[in-house]
């Protein structure tokens, strides 16, 4: 009879290492990733490219979180919200993890080197070296604007997605990073504030561990405003019109809404609301400008 130590069988370990893998949270940045390639090349005639693009990117960010998954795995144990993962619970060895996501992140450049292009490729590496270890090995256990800095990384797939149809960064693509860049923080800070506590269990200096919930939700307002600003360059580019233009608006309302709020009223609750509220922001904007963009081209 087997025993209830022994390991996990392949198909129990490659279905947690997938969890490292972060699928939620990529299937974002794949997502964003699409919806450059479709601004960039409305009329999708290179099907290949785009799926090989969106794989390749796929697989890099998905090597990426494995790593951060990795490197925090002692911080991840302390907390609720990660210590199920396969590397905090210790269900996967650091060798196995380091060689499935380091083969999971080649194979992803080596789709973008041979069937995309080289800059798509190079800039997807640097992501990844952003990502895995400017932030998560340097920036996040020694700053509390780690977020910040380390956004840039989060922005890169539409410039990425951009990338791969065009062979160019463009003025563009730089407003979806900016866009996505200025969302970063108060997305994540919102985050941080309900689960303060765990953070500073872990010891990772997040802003309300260090500078408290008021000093951050201030911070949130001022990153919310600039977003609006950034938010209708789209429209200022001719990427999209007046449909995108109008729902936008909405959003913009309702998250300086919520975000003066938490700076009036804090409660647990609406900052949860607000981590929630701010993944549906980013996807509805990107896939309204994406429809806006579309009939502005045919």
């Excluded at 794949?30 to 290179?46: K, N, S």
Aim: charge should be positive; hydrophobic fraction near 55%; proline fraction near 5%.
């Amino acid at each position: 009879m087997e025993s209830c130590n022994a390991p996990p069988r392949l198909v129990q370990r490659m279905a947690a290492f997938f969890e490292l893998c972060k699928p939620r949270v990529n299937s974002l940045i794949v997502f964003t990733a699409m919806i450059g390639m479709w601004l960039a090349a409305p009329d999708m005639a290179r099907p290949g490219r785009f799926l090989l693009a969106s794989l390749g990117i796929a697989l890099v960010a998905g090597g990426a979180a494995a790593i951060n998954c990795l490197v925090e795995r002692t911080s991840d144990a302390l907390m609720t919200r990660t210590r199920a993962r396969a590397t905090a619970r210790g269900d996967i060895s650091t060798i196995e993890t380091l060689t499935l996501a380091t083969l999971m992140g080649g194979v992803g450049l080596w789709l973008l080197h041979a069937w995309v292009n080289d800059l798509t490729m190079w800039m997807t590496l640097a992501t990844f070296v952003g990502y895995a270890i400017i932030y998560t090995v340097v920036l996040k256990p020694m700053t509390p604007m780690n977020i910040v800095i380390g956004g840039a990384a989060g922005a890169m797939p539409p410039v990425l997605g951009w990338a791969a149809m065009t062979g160019q960064v463009t003025s563009q693509s730089l407003a979806l990073f900016l866009i996505i860049f200025l969302w970063t923080p108060p997305h994540f800070w919102s985050l941080a504030c309900y689960r303060r506590e765990e953070f500073a269990r872990a010891g990772l200096p997040m802003l309300p561990v260090i500078r408290g919930v008021a000093h951050t939700c201030r911070h949130s307002l001022f990153y919310v405003v600039a977003l609006t600003g950034a938010s209708f360059l789209p429209v200022a580019l001719g990427m999209a019109g007046a449909a995108y233009g109008i729902v936008v608006a909405a959003l913009d309302v309702l998250f300086i809404v919520q975000s003066y709020q938490l700076c009036r009223n804090y409660s647990d609750a609406s900052a949860r609301w607000m981590f929630r509220y701010s993944i549906t922001y980013l996807t509805v904007l990107f896939a309204v400008l994406l429809a806006d963009h579309l009939l502005l081209t045919t």
